[in-house]
């Protein structure tokens, strides 16, 4: 691998965007494991997290951890963020990660119509999903009720409220990807006639609720950080906003709701957005916010992550485009996945220059990572 050593020094660099500061630029992204039987995080989870902090990741955001609703969760391994066990079990991980000198915040998730059916703590539990369609846009169930909606922000507020009190360093709502508050934001999944459908600004409705409870529930100085994503599971070209004028509408009430930082999912992070500029989708939510936000996709591999789970390998890739459009201010902060799933020292040998040290994502290996 090629990459400078004087550029890679711009992921070194502090950060400190109100209420976060941070030691560098580099973040764990969040990568569900299944590794937690009953929902329950225990030593294995605390050691996986405490070795990528000793690492020198700046921050690490947890596995999708999922909220007090009986349809959140389609998977009993998955941990939970709501049961006192669980919630013992996280306070661990972050006494290891702090004790490491690290921080971390826990990504907090409600898996909507991609629960899997008949799966997970509440098998009988219904999926839920704010038309009851599916991602291709089918029928499936029956949409929520807005009593339903409102436990479901409750919810949410509650993790938010323990995420404090049990010492993280701030949250992530997981707002991407085609899980429930996606499905809210997206057209395709979302045909409701009440007050939480309708134009784009309308489909904010339910998101926007979701970070004011939250907001609320922790104050103004605890990180807030929102995932967002264009792109759907299984539905690549999906698109919430066809332009930036369309993605601001969408924006600006994540912001007035009080959203602190974007984490903004892509498959490779380098792809303009909108045909006529080159900026990225970091780079456009950045502009369009005034907030900081934290790019992903494929940093330091060259396959993208949906070609691991069709079973290819990934090789390693230098990082001066990284590295220049994070010098231009284009993003604040670099997700990396799965070089970090297969390598607890990747951050350490990027800082020290042990380029050829760094090791290839390969599926195989997903097993028996720790
Ligand atoms: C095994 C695995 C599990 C993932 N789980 C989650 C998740 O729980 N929540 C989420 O928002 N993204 C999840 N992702 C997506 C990653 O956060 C990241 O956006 C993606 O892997 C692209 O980054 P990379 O190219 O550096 O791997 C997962 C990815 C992988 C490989």
Redesign the pocket.
Known sequence: MSTSRTSIQSLFQPFQGAPLSLSNRIVM?????SHSPNGIPGDNVAGYYRRRAENGVGLI?T??TTINHPAASGDTNIPNFHDEKALEGWAQVVKEVHEAGGKIIP?I?HQGILRSEGQGPHPQAPSASPSGLNLAGEKVSEPLSVDEIQSIVKAFAQAAADAKRIGFDGIEL?G??GYLIDEFLWEQTNQRTDEYGGDLVKRTRFAAEVVRACREAVGPDFPIVF?ISQWKTSFYDAKLATDSEQLNQLLQPLVEAGVDIFHC????FWVPEFEGSDLTFAGWVKKLTGKPTIT??????DN??IN??MGND?GTKDMDELTDRLEQGQFDLV???????VDPAWAAKIREGRFDELLP?TPAS?GTLS
């Open positions: 992204a969040p990568m569900t494991r955001v596995e999708g990504q998730w997981h991407a990807h995932r999912s892509t498959r490779r992903v996709g494929s940093v330091g591999l993208d992550f691991g789970f990934a997700a990396v996945g799965r070089a970090l799933l994502f997903f």
